[in-house]
């Protein structure tokens, strides 16, 4: 009964390869993110999709592409994988609802170890 | 932009010693305030939160008060556990919800019997 669940956990590719990490919420939450932590820990914002739509779109290589087929489920698709794109990256989710308030809490997922060699 | 400024880890401590974190923030008007804890392997785990000044969060013998005169939001314990070494983020909201959490460095405690 995970919240909010990735897969895979683990990711080893090849420079120049196309992968794809998937995430899905079982919260009935509307908004879902992705973040990438690098080596230093360090949290940078990706993207958001709220109700399947696209909210947030940080300054990203266009290598990275998100898609929302549902509120439930948030897929990353990265093209021809570069050395750099090795990191963690996690998903997490919140309900924001129609009031625009204060943010509620995310829930994050256990992570993508992704390393590119 | 928003900003979240962590104290540098890793922090050192001996079991039942006193813990403080050192967060500190910049913000336009009034952002909810987090701690997250990130166990090793493991994805982040709400701790704690404050939502306007002066409230006080707390869990599991943690506490963090938000102090807008000061724009701080340290986080203590009394009393820590080999159990609670792990890596704590700080971590604000923008008060319109069009922005994510933004994120402090993390700061990583280890805890030494």
């Known amino acids: 009964d995970t919240a909010v669940s990735q897969t895979p956990k683990y990711l080893v590719t090849q420079m120049g390869n196309d992968k794809s990490i998937k995430c899905e919420q079982n919260l009935g939450h509307d908004t879902m993110y992705w973040y990438k932590q690098d080596s230093k820990k360090f949290l940078k914002i990706m993207f958001s999709?709220?109700?399947?739509?696209?909210?947030i779109n940080e300054t990203v290589p266009n290598r990275f592409s998100p898609k929302s087929p549902d509120k439930a489920h948030l897929n990353l698709h990265i093209n021809s994988l570069e050395l750099g794109d090795s990191a963690v990256y996690f998903c997490?989710?919140?309900?924001?609802?129609?009031?625009?308030?204060?943010?509620?809490?995310?829930?994050f997922g256990s992570g993508t170890r992704l390393t590119v060699v | 932009g928003d900003s979240v400024t962590q104290m540098e880890g890793p922090v050192t401590l001996s079991e039942e010693a006193f813990l403080t974190i050192n967060c500190t923030y910049t913000a336009t008007g009034y952002p909810s305030l987090f701690w997250y804890v990130q166990y090793p392997g493991e994805g982040l785990q709400l701790l704690l939160k404050?939502?306007?000044?002066?409230d006080k969060g707390s869990n599991k013998g943690f506490e963090a008060t938000y102090r807008k005169e000061t724009t701080s939001f340290h986080l203590e314990k009394g009393s820590v556990q080999v159990s609670d070494s792990a890596v704590y983020f700080c971590a604000l909201s923008d008060p319109t919800g069009r922005r994510a959490l933004t994120f402090g460095s993390g700061t990583r405690l280890q805890v030494q019997p």
């Open positions: 404050a939502t306007k000044a002066d």
């Open positions: 997490a989710s919140s309900y924001r609802g129609l009031d625009r308030g204060p943010v509620r809490p995310y829930t």
């Open positions: 999709y709220n109700n399947k739509e696209l909210i």
